[in-house]
């Protein structure tokens, strides 16, 4: 599936210094993600202390699950797919209800109150090659319609045999265990493919967009510069054009708005919020660029309220684009939603599935 302003990835692959190489010949979106969540990261190897020092250094930003056999694995990953395919209708659904006139937010909010098991769903695994009863190649074989990224990890003896991996498109990457800094190159690796949008969710949330919304965020600087922002201040969020904006969930579980307004619809946004009661000197900072109501996101809550005005900030180096960051405090918002507090109590020591 091509997301709207996908740019192709040209096949081939790049060799890194540090023995890591990436696998290309994927389509990925623009460098914005409209959709971007945390996802677990799936570890095997026989050995399990390894085991033990790769999910420590991991588990402190990712639910992680290890595996100490390849069947188990495989077993474990190919249950998957119905349940990522369940996660795709469940947000499918939300755009046809908006189509239909019900509002977005409150629908976000009840999806992720509703669905605390999304962190679950696996989106990258770590295969060690060399492993007895079935090698890395083999488990890897056999997860070939399974929806994550694939890293394979080799000793320098098994190079050519990882090169035959990626070319065979069995995985995205592969990195030498006794590589230097190899713990840090690992998290690297997985932080760069947990980063990456996945395709079909891009495109059900660019389908809240109007051309002229997906033209501002196709463009590099602005998108960049939003994509930086959400990065530091979410661990999920939602990309949407009614309102547009953000909606975003930090590591805390605290949702917040980053609302954006293109400078040239200012002065509607600023009759809107005097229709709502907003006091002359609030109209008037909108008006100037300064500030941005929040109205759009109180009517979308459906609360009746005056509008409150939040100083604005550009977005990009144009000044086509301005925001501003609201909190949002909605009794639909679960508490159960600190993903600080998850990693803690699903990422227990020495917990290995399988033998």
């Given at each position: 599936?091509?997301?709207?302003?996908?740019?192709?990835?040209?096949?081939?692959?790049?060799?890194?210094?540090?023995?890591?190489?990436?696998?290309?010949?994927?389509?990925?979106?623009?460098?914005?993600?409209?959709?971007?969540?945390?996802?677990?990261?799936?570890?095997?190897?026989?050995?399990?202390?390894?085991?033990?020092?790769?999910?420590?250094?991991l588990g402190r930003y990712?639910?992680?699950?290890?595996?100490?056999?390849?069947?188990?694995?495989?077993?474990?990953?190919?249950?998957?797919?119905?349940?990522?395919?369940?996660?795709?209708?469940?947000?499918?659904?939300?755009?046809?209800?908006?189509?239909?006139?019900?509002?977005?937010?409150?629908?976000?909010?009840?999806?992720?109150?509703?669905?605390?098991?999304?962190?679950?769903?696996?989106?990258?695994?770590?295969?060690?090659?060399?492993?007895?009863?079935?090698?890395?190649?083999?488990?890897?074989?056999?997860?070939?319609?399974?929806?994550?990224?694939?890293?394979?990890?080799?000793?320098?003896?098994?190079?050519?045999?990882?090169?035959?991996?990626?070319?065979?498109?069995?995985?995205?990457?592969?990195l030498l265990k006794h590589?230097?800094?190899?713990?840090?190159?690992?998290?690297?690796?997985?932080?760069?493919?947990?980063?990456?949008?996945?395709?079909?969710?891009?495109?059900?949330?660019?389908?809240?967009?109007?051309?002229?919304?997906?033209?501002?965020?196709?463009?590099?600087?602005?998108?960049?510069?939003?994509?930086?922002?959400?990065?530091?201040?979410?661990?999920?969020?939602?990309?949407?054009?009614?309102?547009?904006?953000?909606?975003?969930?930090?590591?805390?579980?605290?949702?917040?708005?980053?609302?954006?307004?293109?400078?040239?619809?200012?002065?509607?946004?600023?009759?809107?919020?005097?229709?709502?009661g907003a006091s002359g000197?609030?109209?008037?900072?909108?008006?100037?660029?300064?500030?941005?109501?929040?109205?759009?996101?109180?009517?979308?809550?459906?609360?009746?309220?005056?509008?409150?005005?939040?100083?604005?900030?550009?977005?990009?180096?144009?000044?086509?684009?301005?925001?501003?960051?609201?909190?949002?405090?909605?009794?639909?918002?679960?508490?159960?939603?600190?993903?600080?507090?998850?990693?803690?109590?699903?990422?227990?020591?020495?917990?290995?599935?399988?033998?």
């Amino acid at each position: 599936m091509a997301a709207s302003g996908a740019a192709p990835v040209s096949a081939g692959k790049v060799t890194r210094g540090n023995g890591q190489v990436e696998a290309r010949g994927r389509s990925y979106p623009q460098r914005l993600a409209f959709h971007h969540r945390p996802g677990s990261v799936v570890l095997l190897d026989d050995v399990p202390e390894y085991l033990d020092m790769l999910a420590d250094g991991l588990g402190r930003y990712w639910n992680v699950k290890t595996f100490g056999s390849g069947a188990d694995c495989i077993n474990f990953l190919q249950q998957e797919p119905p349940r990522w395919e369940a996660d795709f209708w469940a947000q499918q659904q939300i755009l046809e209800k908006w189509h239909g006139g019900q509002r977005l937010i409150p629908q976000i909010l009840k999806y992720w109150a509703d669905s605390l098991d999304r962190y679950e769903l696996t989106k990258v695994c770590v295969v060690d090659y060399l492993m007895p009863g079935m090698d890395g190649m083999e488990v890897l074989d056999e997860l070939r319609g399974w929806p994550g990224y694939r890293v394979m990890l080799t000793g320098a003896f098994d190079n050519a045999l990882a090169i035959e991996a990626f070319n065979s498109g069995l995985i995205d990457q592969f990195l030498l265990k006794h590589s230097v800094e190899f713990t840090q190159h690992l998290q690297d690796i997985v932080t760069a493919l947990m980063a990456r949008p996945n395709p079909r969710f891009h495109q059900i949330w660019s389908g809240t967009l109007t051309l002229e919304q997906n033209q501002l965020l196709c463009d590099t600087d602005i998108a960049n510069s939003l994509s930086d922002l959400v990065s530091r201040t979410f661990v999920e969020w939602i990309v949407i054009g009614d309102p547009f904006g953000v909606l975003g969930v930090d590591a805390a579980g605290k949702i917040s708005w980053i609302q954006l307004e293109p400078t040239h619809q200012l002065g509607l946004l600023a009759d809107m919020a005097a229709e709502c009661g907003a006091s002359g000197d609030d109209v008037a900072q909108i008006q100037a660029g300064k500030a941005l109501s929040d109205v759009q996101l109180l009517r979308n809550l459906g609360i009746k309220s005056t509008p409150t005005n939040v100083p604005s900030f550009s977005v990009g180096a144009h000044g086509l684009l301005l925001s501003a960051i609201h909190r949002v405090a909605c009794p639909v918002a679960p508490g159960g939603m600190n993903y600080r507090n998850r990693l803690v109590s699903t990422n227990r020591p020495s917990a290995h599935c399988g033998p």
